[in-house]
T-cell receptor
Framework: NAGVTQTPKFRVLKTGQSMTLLCAQD?????MYWYRQDPGMGLRLIHY???????AKGEVPDGYNVSRLKKQNFLLGLESAAPSQTSVYFC???????????FGPGTRLTVT | GENVEQHPSTLSVQEGDSAVIKCTYS??????FPWYKQELGKGPQLIID?????GEKKDQRIAVTLNKTAKHFSLHITETQPEDSAVYFC????????????FGAGTRLFVKA
């Protein structure tokens, strides 16, 4: 099993550009999560999904949108990137019966 | 809202010594407390967890203790090795229809050979 994979690994955007980060998991997990990690702040939840076709807001959802059209994929979109969105983004997934989360390797995004 | 505080932010120990990282949480409804290890350039990986009905859990050189009354929990690593060097995160989780997990800010552990 590949576990949780994220695409791309690195990306540089100019302010105002848009992009989509892709997360895929092959563990048949029901729940999926998007976090951002900033220095000295740990991980903060952006959005999450408890099943195909459902999404919900986390702690810091502003400026991001998500979609879960297939159970194995969770997409994070930035419609108009801002320098404040420079961060490392992590996707995670879990079974609905367990809080144990499995993380992907991360995407380092820089917005100039 | 829920808050998790983690101390220290940086910890340096000699190989073979013990390392202790402490966390406190604010939401008494939290019932799951995982610890993650993050190596450079990688995603966090679960190393041990404890649930609210257990006071202590041990797995080889690592152990976690939980004091629900005081709302704090700790990670203990004994006989540290250079490969233990990493950033460690504590977290507190509650099931709200989706597991809401709040992470501490992290502790960077250096183990000197």
């Amino acid at each position: 099993n590949a576990g949780v994979t994220q695409t791309p690994k690195f990306r540089v955007l100019k302010t105002g550009q848009s992009m989509t980060l892709l997360c895929a998991q092959d563990m048949n997990h029901e729940y999926m999560y998007w976090y951002r990690q900033d220095p000295g702040m740990g991980l903060r939840l952006i959005h999450y999904s408890v099943g195909e076709g459902t999404t919900a807001k986390g702690e810091v959802p502003d400026g991001y949108n998500v979609s879960r059209l297939k159970k194995q994929n969770f997409l994070l979109g930035l419609e108009s990137a801002a320098p404040s969105q420079t961060s490392v983004y992590f996707c995670a997934s879990s079974y609905s019966s367990s809080p144990e989360q499995y993380f992907g390797p991360g995407t380092r995004l820089t917005v100039t | 809202g829920e808050n998790v505080e983690q101390h220290p932010s940086t910890l340096s120990v000699q190989e073979g010594d013990s390392a202790v990282i402490k966390c406190t949480y604010s939401d008494s409804a939290s019932n799951y407390f995982p610890w993650y290890k993050q190596e450079l350039g990688k995603g966090p990986q679960l190393i041990i967890d404890i649930r609210s009905n257990v006071g202590e859990k041990k797995d080889q050189r690592i152990a976690v203790t939980l004091n629900k009354t005081a709302k704090h929990f700790s990670l203990h690593i004994t006989e540290t090795q250079p490969e233990d060097s990493a950033v460690y995160f504590c977290a507190a989780s509650i099931n709200t229809g989706g597991f809401k997990t709040i992470f501490g800010a992290g502790t960077r552990l250096f183990v000197k050979a």
